[in-house]
Every structure is written in C-alpha cells, then in structure tokens.
C-alpha cells in the first residue's frame, strides 16, 4: 500500500480579526498508507509563516502537523490564503491547504501602497488612494515625511480619498515618501501609506485635474 497524506481539515475558516491581529491555525495530518510518507516541500503563496513537523518522513500511522501564521497588519477585507503541501502520494502529490477570514480595520486604505510611476512638478497622480472607515472613525490631518509628496483629503459619503501631487520644488529622481493620516480612533490613530515613484527632471507641468 502507497503512502497517503491525510489531513483533518483542508480549509480553515478563522472568522474575524482585526487588523494587525496575529491568526494561527495548526493543520494535523498523518501518514495513512503503508509506506513511509515524505514531506518534499512546503510552500505559501503569500506573506504567512508555516512551521513544518520537525521530520520530514512520516511512518505509517505516524501524525505530524503544520501550522499556519498569517500577518495581517496590511489585510483588509475577505481574505483567502494557500499552501502548497509536496509530498510522495502517488494519487495527491500536492495538497492545498487554505486559510479564510475576514480582516477587520478601524481605517484601512485601498491600495495600501502607491505607486506613482513618472511624474513632473506640479501634476498630480493619476490615480487616488481610497481610505475606508468604520462608522464613527473620523479621519484628520495628514502628515507628508519628505519633500517630494504633497497630499490632500477630500471626503467621500463612504470615506475619504487621499490626493497625491509632487512638490514644485521637488528633487528629480526615484522617492520612497511615506504620507501619515491621523485619526480620532484609539485603536488605530494613524494609518501610514508608502507613496513611491519618480520625478521627472522635465519643465514642469500643470496640476493635471482628477474626476470628481
């Protein structure tokens, strides 16, 4: 009889957490076949943390686990997280393994990043950063860390959106500047966005208008 992985559970559900909660989640399996049981690899598709058993070859009849972190201080929203477990079944040589949940955030933005690309002075983003509030969360000032990003705020009835434009006086080149916006939540009275790009060493151009 050929080795065979046999897990538990396959797909685990962990509910709700808040932003920045750590969420673990230990998936038992054991060899159930006749031959020993090989573990080749383990392998997440995204930003988690997996602990493989200690050895890598299960007995017959033999229980190992694998446990699942997941970081979700920039998730916001329904998530769905994999894991590719490689092993030597011969009828399942991988196994696919999910973590679900919803993330939580007092305010949360969307992207979580923003990436500019080439800009001259003066013009303005194409595209805006949306920021999404639980009811009661207001948002208030926003602080810019460098001196290539300008940034404004201009409510929405579901939010608020953040408008990114490049300094007059702004240095040609690639920047990495952050913009921080300041809450009236305890649990979260900042939230701070990573804006990258590059600013063109051209004549600047006119602010170019973004649709309302």
Known sequence: MPPRIAFEETT???????????????????????????????????????????????????????????????????????????????????????????VEAELAADPPALYVGHLRRNQVAQNEVRLLKREGVAVGSVEESGKVVDASLRTT????????????????????????????STRQPTLTIPVVGVVDAAASGQAAELPE
């Open 12 to 102: 685990h559900d962990f509910g709700r957490a808040a932003q920045g909660a750590p969420v673990s989640h230990t998936y038992p399996f054991h060899n159930a076949g006749g031959l020993d049981l090989t573990i080749d690899n383990v392998r997440a598709s995204c930003a988690c943390t997996v602990t493989t058993p200690s050895s890598r070859v299960l007995h017959p009849g033999d229980d190992a686990t694998i446990v699942v972190s997941l970081d979700t201080s920039r998730d916001v929203g329904r998530k769905t997280r994999t894991i590719s477990v490689y092993s030597n079944d011969p009828a399942q040589p991988v196994t696919t393994l999910s973590l679900v949940g919803d």
């Open 157 to 184: 009835p579901t939010g608020a959106r953040l408008r990114i434009a490049i300094k007059p006086d702004a240095p040609p080149g690639r920047f990495k500047d952050t913009v921080t916006v300041r809450t009236n």
